[in-house]
């Protein structure tokens, strides 16, 4: 009886070691990140910080959102994505040298602040560059515009994708904007770049350069009468409750670049690499989709939330354009002449291919 007893006591300390040999096993492999408790091979568990200047409200946000959603799924939640909003990590300069830095792995910046890091995205600051979205989705898919990501990369930078900002209207407190003698004066906030700036001299107007995390205030206290942005900012950052006019100058197409911070892309496995290049670009298109969308329709809102809309007519366009060519010429060798030739070839050939 005793013998029996020891046999079985014996047995069940077996089975409960060997369940915890298991136990400790499926609880490595989680260490690694395998919530699959799949096969570990070389997992790595990481995460991207990642954040916009626009709030959670902005298609920019919701592209962010379905980026995450993409890669937490194709690594099995071995790379997770924080998402940040509305300047929560700073403004676009700042959140651009976090990822040189290495403090954060993500930020989608207009082309405009980013051209203080590499000039040569300047050349889409050249106002009234592209004529409509078509040529613009074309110019960016070309070869130039694909060329210049890749001048990102001696910035600790990696661009994955282009993403849409969208056509900038002008917005203002004090008068109707139809014609170019409308600018005389105006206090006019830009993004921090140079080109604009010197572009909104040439049109009379008084311009100052201010990250967009201190737009809405300085609108708000008058330090300037207005700024330029698409419809679908100026709605869903509510500018309407401190502009009251707004006109269709449609002066620059914007681009958002998905940047990430090169030191951290290059220690992803190549698979992994693959994973967010692609949850970049799909992101993107469902970002672009719901963008056009959003600009479609906000105009009709910001009138009915009381901002008068005023149409600048093609006569009157044209004489913009021709005032502010003078900059280009100024600006086209600290973008590159090459890039300035070749970005004008690709617009002349993107039109003749959407006419
Ligand atoms: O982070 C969002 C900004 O990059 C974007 O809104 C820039 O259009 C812009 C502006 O006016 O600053």
Not at 195 to 207: E, I, T, V
């Amino acid at each position: 009886m005793k013998k029996l007893f020891t046999v079985a006591l014996t047995a069940l300390m077996v089975l409960v070691l060997a369940a915890c040999g298991s136990e400790g096993g499926s609880s490595a492999s989680g260490d690694d990140g395998s919530a699959s408790g799949s096969d570990s091979g070389s997992k790595e568990s990481k995460t991207i910080k990642a954040g916009i200047g626009l709030n959670d409200k902005h298609p920019q946000y919701k592209g962010l959102l379905k980026f995450k959603e993409i890669v937490e799924k194709k690594t099995d939640g071995q790379i997770k994505v924080e998402t940040y909003h509305s300047g929560q990590l700073g403004d676009d300069r700042t959140m651009t040298e976090n990822l040189q830095t290495g403090s954060q792995e993500v930020t989608i910046p207009s082309t405009a602040p980013l051209a203080n890091f590499v000039p040569a995205f300047s050349v889409f600051d050249i106002p009234f560059l592209f004529p409509n979205t078509e040529v613009a989705d074309k110019v960016l898919a070309s070869e130039t515009g694909q060329g210049l990501l890749k001048k990102l990369e001696s910035q600790n930078l990696v661009g994955l994708a282009y993403w849409e900002n969208g056509f900038r209207d002008v917005t203002n407190s004090k008068r109707a904007i139809k014609s170019i003698e409308d600018f005389e004066g105006l206090k006019l906030r830009t993004m921090e770049n140079d080109l604009h700036l010197d572009a909104f001299n040439k049109l009379g107007a008084n311009p100052t350069p201010m990250a967009f995390t201190e737009l809405f205030t300085a609108m708000q206290q008058g330090t300037v009468d207005g700024q330029e942005n698409p419809y679908a900012t100026i709605y869903l950052q509510k500018f309407y409750e401190v502009q009251k006019h707004v006109s269709n100058t449609h002066h620059i197409y914007s681009p958002f670049v998905f940047l990430m911070s090169k030191s951290f892309y290059d220690n992803l496995s190549d698979e992994n690499k693959k994973i967010v290049e692609e949850a970049a670009v799909e992101a993107g298109k469902y970002e672009k989709k719901l963008n056009r969308e959003a600009n479609e329709k906000y105009l009709k809102k910001l009138q009915e939330e009381g901002m008068t809309y005023t149409e600048i007519s093609e006569e009157n366009r044209k004489e913009m354009k021709e005032a502010v060519q003078p900059v280009v010429e100024k600006y086209k060798s600290k973008i590159g002449e090459d890039v300035v030739d070749n970005i004008y070839k690709e617009v002349e050939k993107a039109k003749k291919e959407t006419e």
